[in-house]
């Protein structure tokens, strides 16, 4: 049989710290610690510092040694770092909660003879577990390492003032699954950062989770703090989101939002994902599932966006918004539902906004969007608009638009060459330049 262990250390179910109760499952090496309202930061600092020196390193193996040697001066760098005695409940808990399994001496060879560390996981069952989650990345620790469990769904009954991952520094980095769980009801208006469920997220996965009844909302119309706002990710380093669905609401912001994710820097990869929240952005790059692939490569893989997509500004797209030049993006397998409208700056279309360059000349390098449909209207501010892109510049194959359909207040009825199919093409791909090509493109009923 399996036991599991916490680092050898005896639990206790709450602590009294400068007249705070604090409930949480710290770990202690003594069945019992008092602490009055005359204790400071420095006396609780010093005890917890005190109580990880007392961990017995020899029941692992040497590997694990070092493993676990390493995560206690990581949690004693972040207590010295603390300031509150709330902070150091976190950081020190935060630690403690993480679930180490053991084998037996029984499951083990005789070579084996040694407990081993299986996994590090960390479960949430509740709303009170999910806001403690939250808490523990935005002061600091980031579950590098460690997967999180979403055990149950949850309906959230307070408003939120943050995501988690409040800045780059403390990003949210270990695996999140959500295990086809739905987290209801997130609400979050803030004014300054990286808006979503996940504001910022560096190597991290997160995959198997729904949200169903989002508001989301930066309200700074300053471009430096209000952009990225996005349904899961605000800003995305090199993340995998997958098997994710944002099933309703709304998702309001300036620039570089996105049903799934706001913007992603070093690569990005979105699979099986789909976005039913209304996206707004009161200025450019704004899309149904990724605002913006500012750096890296970016990978999209069959994706459906059935939200409604607002811009003002350059580039709008119901999959993609836009990427940078020279970045390398392939899209494919994804479908938009979802009316696109670009009042101001252009460059609008059903996939993608703006497909840009991802070589320099001769453009042998392209940017790629492969069996992809469009269903819905487009409407810009410029000659700029197509049902699949809005500009052209890499590559569009066996990609798709519903007859019927309208760009730009214009009914696309027929594909018949001739006289009519630089119209057409336009249509299609709005501009198509600097190397932009496409074959087997249809329309269909």
Same mark, same amino acid.
């Given at each position: 049989?399996?036991?599991?262990?916490?680092?050898?250390?005896?639990?206790?179910?709450?602590?009294?710290?400068?007249?705070?109760?604090?409930?949480?499952?710290?770990?202690?090496?003594?069945?019992?610690?008092?602490?009055?309202?005359?204790?400071?930061?420095?006396?609780?600092?010093?005890?917890?510092?005190?109580?990880?020196?007392?961990?017995?390193?020899?029941?692992?193996?040497?590997?694990?040694?070092?493993?676990?040697?390493?995560?206690?001066?990581?949690?004693?760098?972040?207590?010295?770092?603390?300031?509150?005695?709330?902070?150091?409940?976190?950081?020190?808990?935060?630690?403690?909660?993480?679930?180490?399994?053991?084998?037996?001496?029984?499951?083990?060879?005789?070579?084996?003879?040694?407990?081993?560390?299986?996994?590090?996981?960390?479960?949430?069952?509740?709303?009170?577990?999910?806001?403690?989650?939250?808490?523990?990345?935005?002061?600091?620790?980031?579950?590098?390492?460690?997967?999180?469990?979403?055990?149950?769904?949850?309906?959230?009954?307070?408003?939120?003032?943050?995501?988690?991952?409040?800045?780059?520094?403390?990003?949210?980095?270990?695996?999140?699954?959500?295990?086809?769980?739905?987290?209801?009801?997130?609400?979050?208006?803030?004014?300054?950062?990286?808006?979503?469920?996940?504001?910022?997220?560096?190597?991290?996965?997160?995959?198997?989770?729904?949200?169903?009844?989002?508001?989301?909302?930066?309200?700074?119309?300053?471009?430096?703090?209000?952009?990225?706002?996005?349904?899961?990710?605000?800003?995305?380093?090199?993340?995998?989101?997958?098997?994710?669905?944002?099933?309703?609401?709304?998702?309001?912001?300036?620039?570089?939002?996105?049903?799934?994710?706001?913007?992603?820097?070093?690569?990005? #990869?979105?699979? $099986? !994902?789909? &976005?039913? =929240?209304? *996206? %707004? +952005?009161?200025?450019?790059?704004?899309?149904? /599932?990724? @605002?913006?692939?500012?750096?890296?490569?970016?990978?999209?893989?069959?994706?459906?966006?059935?939200?409604?997509?607002?811009?003002?500004?350059?580039?709008?797209?119901?999959?993609?918004?836009?990427?940078?030049?020279?970045?390398?993006?392939?899209?494919?397998?994804?479908?938009?539902?979802?009316?696109?409208?670009?009042?101001?700056?252009?460059?609008?279309?059903?996939?993608?906004?703006?497909?840009?360059?991802?070589?320099?000349?001769?453009?042998?390098?392209?940017? #790629?969007?492969? $069996? !992809?449909? &469009?269903? =819905?209207? *487009? %409407? +810009?501010?410029?000659?700029?608009?197509?049902? /699949?892109? @809005?500009?052209?510049?890499?590559?569009?194959?066996?990609?798709?638009?519903?007859?019927?359909?309208?760009?730009?207040?214009?009914?696309?009825?027929?594909?018949?060459?001739?006289?009519?199919?630089?119209?057409?093409?336009?249509?299609?791909?709005?501009?198509?330049?600097?190397?932009?090509?496409?074959?087997?493109?249809?329309?269909?009923?």
């Amino acid at each position: 049989m399996k036991k599991k262990l916490l680092l050898g250390l005896a639990v206790i179910p709450a602590l009294m710290l400068g007249g705070l109760t604090i409930k949480t499952n710290v770990t202690f090496a003594s069945p019992s610690v008092t602490f009055t309202n005359k204790s400071s930061v420095n006396d609780v600092r010093a005890y917890f510092i005190a109580e990880l020196d007392k961990v017995d390193l020899s029941i692992y193996r040497e590997a694990q040694k070092v493993e676990v040697s390493n995560l206690i001066n990581e949690v004693k760098t972040r207590l010295n770092n603390a300031t509150t005695l709330n902070q150091l409940d976190a950081i020190y808990s935060s630690f403690s909660r993480y679930v180490l399994t053991i084998k037996t001496d029984a499951q083990l060879t005789e070579e084996e003879n040694q407990p081993v560390i299986e996994e590090k996981v960390f479960r949430i069952a509740n709303e009170d577990d999910l806001v403690e989650f939250q808490q523990d990345v935005n002061n600091g620790f980031t579950y590098q390492g460690y997967t999180v469990l979403l055990d149950e769904d949850i309906t959230l009954t307070s408003h939120w003032t943050t995501g988690i991952g409040i800045t780059t520094a403390n990003s949210f980095k270990g695996i999140f699954d959500g295990q086809n769980h739905t987290i209801s009801n997130l609400y979050i208006r803030k004014s300054t950062g990286c808006t979503a469920l996940f504001g910022n997220a560096i190597d991290a996965t997160i995959k198997n989770l729904k949200l169903s009844n989002v508001y989301i909302e930066s309200t700074d119309s300053t471009a430096s703090t209000s952009q990225r706002t996005a349904g899961i990710v605000g800003r995305a380093e090199r993340d995998t989101i997958e098997n994710v669905h944002v099933l309703s609401g709304t998702i309001k912001g300036s620039q570089e939002n996105g049903g799934i994710a706001g913007v992603a820097v070093n690569g990005i #990869t979105i699979k $099986n !994902c789909s &976005n039913g =929240a209304g *996206v %707004t +952005g009161t200025g450019p790059r704004n899309a149904g /599932i990724l @605002g913006y692939l500012y750096s890296g490569t970016g990978y999209i893989e069959n994706c459906v966006n059935n939200g409604s997509v607002k811009c003002n500004g350059l580039g709008a797209g119901g999959i993609l918004a836009s990427n940078v030049d020279k970045t390398l993006v392939q899209i494919s397998n994804c479908t938009n539902n979802g009316t696109v409208t670009n009042t101001s700056g252009g460059r609008t279309g059903g996939i993608v906004g703006i497909l840009r360059v991802a070589s320099s000349s001769p453009y042998t390098t392209k940017s #790629t969007i492969t $069996n !992809c449909t &469009n269903n =819905a209207d *487009v %409407t +810009g501010s410029d000659v700029y608009s197509g049902a /699949i892109t @809005g500009t052209n510049r890499g590559s569009v194959t066996d990609c798709s638009a519903k007859k019927g359909i309208k760009i730009n207040n214009v009914v696309i009825e027929n594909i018949t060459g001739g006289n009519d199919a630089e119209i057409e093409r336009k249509q299609f791909f709005g501009a198509e330049d600097t190397g932009g090509t496409h074959s087997n493109c249809v329309l269909v009923d």
